[in-house]
């Protein structure tokens, strides 16, 4: 090995019979760190989001250094997947123009809210699950789970954000061109509370990004390669994972890697009080 490489037999195990530098020490020793912190988040991290739970526990170690120890060690985020479309825009019911145009950087909460809808498969069949999301610090304001997708099931998520926000008259509402956002009950419940309304342009998932954001980032996070044995399974989880985990820890690179609840506390001053 040592002729093919071209160095001395010398040289050789000198190096391999030297003691660890202080370098690769603190490497070890800082590894460490970021497996205990990559299993506290159950694999849902990348470098990025290590690196900053790292800094707010006060090791003050580059970005460049995280990623090259979790490259060597094979320690990568759980990947995501692509999914289909649930909503059905064939359909006689009104459509709404697409009136919030892709502007999802809001200064007040309560003053632009995206909904959408996603499934979830169980050993008992389909769970769907319908959210309501404030653009303004991403937050899960509102959500229904069901197994049947209704307009009884946005309606539950949109009652709830409603309720839970008490948001002014004014709010914009954006949704897709499903016939359950443009169900006559549905479009009552936004004008009875002075909502107007939005919806994305047929087949383009972009005019609702933040929202497809946040499913895939449940599906790459929770979901992917797991098998629920009933829908309360899924259901108690993904519970679990929206209020605990999504809302209050999870960290949003848009939100300078604060969470949903943190970024609207430390913006609480600046802005409109927000209901809890």
């Known amino acids: 090995m040592c002729r093919a490489l071209e160095v001395c037999a010398s040289g050789y195990y000198a190096w391999r019979n030297r003691e660890p530098s202080q370098r690769s020490n603190e490497d070890d020793t800082l590894l460490f760190t970021i497996l ?7 694999e849902r991290y990348g470098s ?5 739970e790292l800094r707010d526990e006060g090791r003050w170690v580059s970005r460049k250094r995280v990623e090259r120890l979790m490259r060597q060690k094979g320690v990568r985020a759980k990947q995501s997947r692509k999914f289909k479309a649930t909503t059905d825009s064939k359909h006689d019911h009104p459509v709404a123009a697409n009136e919030l145009g892709q502007d999802f950087e809001i200064d007040v909460p309560n003053a632009r809210w995206a909904a959408d809808i996603t499934y979830v ?3 008992q069949g389909w769970l769907y699950l319908a959210v309501v999301m404030d ?6 304001v509102g959500w229904q789970m069901s197994k049947r997708m209704t307009r009884q099931l946005v309606i539950g998520a949109l009652e709830m954000a409603i309720e839970a926000r008490r948001p002014e008259a004014g709010l914009l509402h954006h949704s897709d061109r499903g016939s359950q956002y443009a169900s006559a009950d549905y479009r009552k419940l936004l004008e009875e509370n002075g909502c107007a309304c939005s919806m ?5 998932c972009w005019d609702n990004a933040p929202v497809e954001s946040f499913f895939a980032t449940l599906k790459k996070e929770l979901i992917h390669g797991r098998r629920f044995a009933t829908r309360a399974q899924a259901q108690s989880e993904i519970f679990e994972f929206i209020e ?3 809302n209050r820890k999870r960290r949003h690179s848009s ?4 969470s949903p609840v943190q970024y609207e506390e430390k913006m609480l001053t600046q802005t ?3 209901a809890a």
């Open 36 to 42: 205990v912190i990559f299993k506290a988040v159950k």
């Open 121 to 123: 498969w169980t050993s």
């Open 244 to 246: 605990v985990w999504y």
């Open 135 to 140: 653009l303004f610090s991403r937050r899960i």
């Open 48 to 52: 990025p989001r290590i690196h900053k």
């Open 255 to 258: 939100l300078d890697y604060m």
């Open 272 to 274: 409109t009080p927000i």
């Open 200 to 204: 994305s342009r047929k087949g383009n």
